[in-house]
C-alpha cells in the first residue's frame, strides 16, 4: 500500500464515509482510516440492544461503499497526527497526506460520575449495542431462577439521559417487555420490571421545542415508565445507583446515554478545541490554524443560527459533501465556500407506535412521526438486503410482537453467575 | 422456579431440543439445560466463518423453541451430575430428577498435538464460527498493508481435517475468495492466497464411499486447493504448522476440524464410556448402570450395522425422539423398545455448487448434491425468517457473488497488529 495519499480522511462514520464517497466519485485519490472495517449506521443501534435486529444488518463493509477506483481504505487505529509534517501515524503504518479530514465523530462522557465508566452500559457502539443485548436477557435469564423478593434488582432497568437516544431506548424497551417473549419466562412476572428514565435537565428531547419533549414524556409515563426530570447521577455501583437527591435505585443495569464529547486523536500539535472537546473550525470546515486540515461532524465545532449543530446524521452527511467540494476547490486554487446546514427537520422515535418530529415549524407526534422516523431510516441504511432484512424484521416485531434475536454471547455470562450465585446461597 | 423436575434434559443440541419437544408435546413436565439460551444449527457454522450469513440467524432461542406449557428452560452450566442422589448440580441452581437425558453433544479433540489447543481455531460453536471470520478477515486487511514478500503467512490458510466439516470450510473459502469481494482490496494480489487441507487418512470423507470422497477431492483440486493426504500435524505455533512429514507452512491461521469427541460433564459416579469418550448404552438409550439415565446424539455410543453411529443431526433427531417414546413407556411401567436408526442417505457439501451424497446405494455428486444439501438444511433450520433471510443471503451470495458480512469485532484485532507491526518495523 503507498504511503502517501493526497487525501487521508480519518473516520468511516456518516461525515467520513460521504467525504471519501464524494471525493472518489470526482476522480480524487482518497484513503479512508477507521478502527473497524465497518461503517456503523447508528440510529438503528436501540434495535440491535433489545433484539430487533442483528448487529451486522447496521455494519456495512467500508470497502464495499468505497468500491471505486480511487476509494482506499485502511483499517487501522491512528495513534498520532503530526500536522507539521503532515503525518497521520497509525498502529499500521505511517500515511502522509496533502489534505486531512478529522471525521472521528465522537465517544460517550461520564462527566466525571464516580463508577460510570466501570458499571454502566454506554450504546455508542455496535459492540456496546451487543453488550447491552446480552445484559438485557441475561438479567432475564438468572432472574428466572430466583424468588421475587431476590431478583428486583435484575429486572429494574435505569437509563441515564433522556435525550433522543435514552428516549428511544426506553420505548424499545417497553415494546420488548409487552413483545411475545412475556410467555416464554413462565417464572417471571413481568409487572416487576420497573423502567426508569432519569434526566438531568426539566424536560425530555431538549433538542425539539417543549412541547413536544412533553409529548413523550406523557406518552411514556402512560406507558409505565418511571421518569424522573431535575435528577443527576451521584455515583454507579455494580448494584445500585446513587442519585444526587439522595435517593438510591436497586439495578443491575445502568445503560448511559446522557453525554457524548468529540473523540479527536492525539496530535503532537495542540488544536482549538470547544465545548465537548470538539475543534474549532472556519466555516469552510477548515481548521483555524492549518488550512489543508478539515473537521466534520461530531469532532466539529460549527455554529448554526447562533447555536452549536448537534451531532446527528444529516449534520454529518450535509458536511462531508462540503468538505469533499472545499477540498477540490482549495486543490484548484478555488476560493472556499463557507458550510450551511440546510435543517430538513429533525425526527425522534419513542416507541409503541409513536415519536415525534419537527419539520419547518410543524410539530408532529404519534404514529405518523413514528412511520416517517422508520421510513427515514429504512431508505438511509446501506446495502439493499439488509435494507430488506431489517423490513421484514420490523413486520415480525411491530405486527407480530416477536423477538427473534437474543442469543447472550459467553463472555457476559459472568453477570449472572456472580449475582445468582450470591442470591441462590443465600436461599 | 422449582428445583425438582420428573425429566431433565441436559444439552439444547438437536438430540436434546427433539426430546424436550417431543416430552413436552405429550404433556410431560421437563426441564431443558443448557449454557446457552440458544440452540445453535451447527451445520451452516461454516457459512458464518465465510462471511455469508449473520451468526443469529443460525442461533435459535431455546424458550421460543420450548413456548409450550410443559417445557422449562434453565440457562446455566452442568458442575456435576450425582447419578445416585438423582441430583443435576449447576452454577445456577441444583435441579432434581425423576429421568435424566445426558445430551451434552461434542466438543474439539486435539489429540495432544503441541500447540494445537492454544493457536488453532476450531469450529464446533457460534462463538468459534464468529472468531474464524474475524481472523480470515483480519488477514486479509493486515495483508493490504504488507509488500508481498511479508503476507505470505497471511494469505495462506491451513484446514487441519479431511471430512465433511474441513472440505465444506475450504469449499467456502474458495466460493470467498472468487466472490466479489476481490475487487475490494487493490493491493491484493488473490492468487497469493493458498488453502491447504491435511487429512490424515488415506482420502477426503471417510465417511463416505472411496468414490465419493475421491470426487471430492479432484473437484477441490481443480479448484486450485492443495490436498495433502496422510499428512498428520505436529506441532502449531502462532505462525507455523509442523508436518509429521518433516514439512512446515507459514500461516497464521490454522482451522481445527481433525476431531471430536464426547462432551460429558462431571459426575460424582463413573460411567463407563467408550471410543471418543462416549457414554455406552442399551439399545434402548440407557446408561448400562442408571435405568434412569439416558445419553442420546454425540455423547452417546450406539452401533448401528456394527459401525458406531456418526455424529450427525438425523441420528440425533431421531434418538431424540426414540428417548422420548422410552421414557414415556418407563414411566408407565411398559417395555422400552430398542433405538432403530433409519438411514434417509447422508449429503455434505463440497462448494463452487458441488456436492456429494449416498442416498441408499445411489452415489451423488456434483450440483444435484449440493443443491439438495441446501435445500434440505434450508428446511430444518428453525424459524421461517431465518429461513427467509437465509434465502435472500444465498441468493446473494451464490447468484451475486458477494459477501455481505465481514464485520471484525474489536477483541481479534490484537493478532494483525502484532503481525503487523513487527513486518512493518522490519521494512
Redesign the interface.
Known sequence: ?PQKFPIVIIGAGFGGLQAAKSLARSGKEVLLIDR???HTFVPLLYQVATGQI????I?Y?V??I??RRYG?F???EVEEIDFSHRVVRT???DIQYDYLVVATGSQTQYFGVAGAAEFALPMRT??QAVTLRDRI?SCF??A??LEPEHRQHLLTFAIVGGGATGVEIVGAFVELVRSR?R?????LNWREVKLILLQSSDRLLKEFPAKLGGAAQKYLQKLGVDIRLETRVKQISAQEVYLSNGQKISTATVIWTAGLEAAIPNSSQELITATKGKLCVKATLQSLTYPNVYAIGDAAYVEHLVKPLSGVAPVALQQGIAVAQNITRQMRGQKLKPFRYFNKGRLAIVGCYSGVGLIGKWKLTGILAWAMWLGVHLVYLP?L??R??VL??WL?TYLLGDR???????SHRLL??AA??TS?KHQ
Open positions: 500500500m473497524n472495517n465497518y442483528e448487529p451486522e444488518l455494519a463493509p470497502r464495499t468505497l468500491r482506499h485502511l483499517m487501522a498502529n499500521k503504518l455496535l459492540e436477557f435469564e438468572a428466572s431462577c417473549i410467555r416464554e419466562y413462565p417464572s446495502g438486503r439488509n430488506l432484512v421484514i424484521s415480525q427473534p434475536v437474543r442469543s447472550i454471547l459467553a449472572e453467575t445468582i450465585k441462590n
